[in-house]
């Protein structure tokens, strides 16, 4: 039997502050609402709905590619219940398990969604609702319990009495498992008879008891799970709690980490093991960074591919591929399209794009290369630059294999040095250079004999 997640993510998100919707704010790199819908899949959901309102095609672009992600809107925000019931057509006659979740709690584990939705389904549940005791209970819907201890219903803080605020301090998550079936049948039942005139999807809890179907709770002992991120400086914290978890994972898994409170790690790189991570290192998107690799400090990659044995010191890299034995750093800058074969070396103040550099081959200090197909065993002099834009187009560079480029050479592309060729530092070089070839292009020097003492003289003669 399948299972469907529907995820509530239409709310305004107020206290954010912001232009944007507040389930599309990041965490770690990946927006909010990414983290539950993260969760239900590896909790084994098969399809989720998102209910989006607020700033509804910024959070239909989050799934933008995921076929198992469908977005319903809920054009008025008249309370979960409502929301539910707006996503009741796409549900259709489904009766299988259907967890819902919030798109604002990324904290949320799969297991836990998992343990949910298979206490559910296993006792033919008509609800089962994931309950915490969090120290302040403050805000939140409490479980009643009759003498039993069977869930009886929820009450929204709200609604409570000033003894059950008190006195009830098991809260409801907001997370549930409902029987598909059972749900879309019962849910027009709900009505708006309380302290905020909204549809309570709560309400249910009460609705199955007095038809005799049968209501659980599952009590979680972590209620940090359950934190939901309404501000920015609860985004901090669910980020903090995040980070720990991460790093926590990788540390187990044989990565060094000097500072683990500065390392930022998204969610599906990968490290190898014997990896350190040094401080203010951020690693987002899909990079993986293989084993014996020195990576930071003050590093940032998104979608880098790092290999074995590499060195990545204080580098801003986006869309990179690095093979094995690299050295990039301190201070390069490595755009997309970048492809380091092995062995190479890129210095300091280097920047790179859409470009190659072969087996080898070393751009060590103050360089622009781009748009260039560069050999193996190349040397690049200081403060060389690919002139690869002419206002207009873009054009390309091709380099050799054991090309040495002199210090301050400027190639202006479209242009193509051959194997093995020289070009002399200051050169210009304009036009392609056959292989094994010296190409100069520099004024002659000027030398006249004893001209600074003359001038050291007279200067000291006016004084
Ligand atoms: C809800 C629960 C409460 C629980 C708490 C846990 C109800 C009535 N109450 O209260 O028992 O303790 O969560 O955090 O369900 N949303 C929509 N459309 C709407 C209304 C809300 O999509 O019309 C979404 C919001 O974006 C949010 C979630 O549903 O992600 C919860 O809504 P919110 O209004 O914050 O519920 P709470 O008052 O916190
Ligand atoms: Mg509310």
């Not at 296993?122 to 403050?138: E, F, G, I, R």
């Not at 799970?225 to 994972?249: D, H, P």
């Amino acid at each position: 039997m399948p299972i469907n997640a529907i995820v509530l993510a239409a709310g305004e998100g107020t206290r954010m502050k912001s232009a944007h919707p507040k389930v599309v704010h990041k965490l770690l790199g990946k927006p909010l609402v990414w983290w539950t819908v993260d969760a239900a899949r590896k909790a084994g959901v098969d399809r989720i709905i998102v209910v989006v309102g607020n700033g509804a095609d910024e959070v239909r672009a989050v799934f933008a590619d995921d076929a198992d992600v469908e977005c319903v809107e809920q054009t008025e925000r008249l309370g979960t219940g409502h929301a539910v019931r707006c996503v009741r057509d796409a549900i259709g006659r489904f009766d299988g398990p259907t967890a819902i979740l919030y798109g604002d709690t990324p904290l949320v584990r799969p297991e836990t969604i998992a343990a949910l939705i298979d206490e559910t389904r296993t006792n033919h549940y008509a609800c089962t609702v994931l309950t915490m005791c969090p120290p302040d209970p403050t805000g939140y819907g409490r479980i009643r319990r009759d003498a039993n201890g069977a869930v009886e219903a929820i009450v929204e803080h709200k609604d409570c009495t000033p003894e059950e605020q008190a006195t009830l301090t098991e809260c409801n998550s907001g997370m549930y498992c409902f029987c598909g079936g059972r749900l879309t049948a019962n849910i027009d039942k709900i009505g708006t008879n309380n302290a905020q005139g909204e549809y309570y999807l709560t309400d249910m809890v009460e609705i199955y008891r007095s038809m005799g179907e049968p209501v659980s709770a599952l009590c979680s002992d972590d209620y940090a799970e359950m934190l939901g991120v309404n501000s920015r400086a609860q985004l901090a914290t669910a980020t903090k709690i995040m980070q720990e978890r991460i790093n926590n994972r990788l540390m187990d898994n044989g990565v060094t980490m000097l500072d683990p409170n500065q390392v930022w790690v998204g969610p599906e790189v990968q490290v190898g093991r014997d990896t350190e991570l040094l401080p203010q290192t951020m690693l987002w998107g899909n990079t993986t960074i293989g084993e014996d690799c020195n990576v930071g400090p003050n590093t940032r990659l998104t979608n880098v591919q790092v290999a074995d044995g590499c060195s990545v010191e204080e580098t801003v890299g986006y869309d990179t591929v690095i093979e094995h034995g690299v050295t990039v750093g301190p201070r390069a800058y490595l755009r997309p399209g970048t492809h380091l074969l092995a062995g190479a070396h890129v210095g300091t103040h280097v920047e790179i794009k859409n470009s190659t550099i072969g087996e080898g081959s070393k751009v060590p200090h103050l360089s622009y290369i781009g748009d260039t197909t560069m050999g193996s065993g190349v040397n690049i002099g200081a403060g060389s630059i690919t002139c690869n834009y002419d206002g207009k187009h873009k054009s390309p560079t091709v380099i050799g294999n054991d090309v040495f480029i002199g210090s301050d050479t400027m190639m202006v592309a479209p242009v193509t040095i051959g194997d093995g060729a020289l070009v002399g530092a200051s050169s210009c070089i304009t036009s392609d250079v056959p292989a094994d070839a010296l190409a100069l292009e520099r004024s002659k020097q000027q030398v006249i004999k004893g001209w600074a003492a003359a001038r050291r003289k007279r200067m000291q003669e006016e004084e």
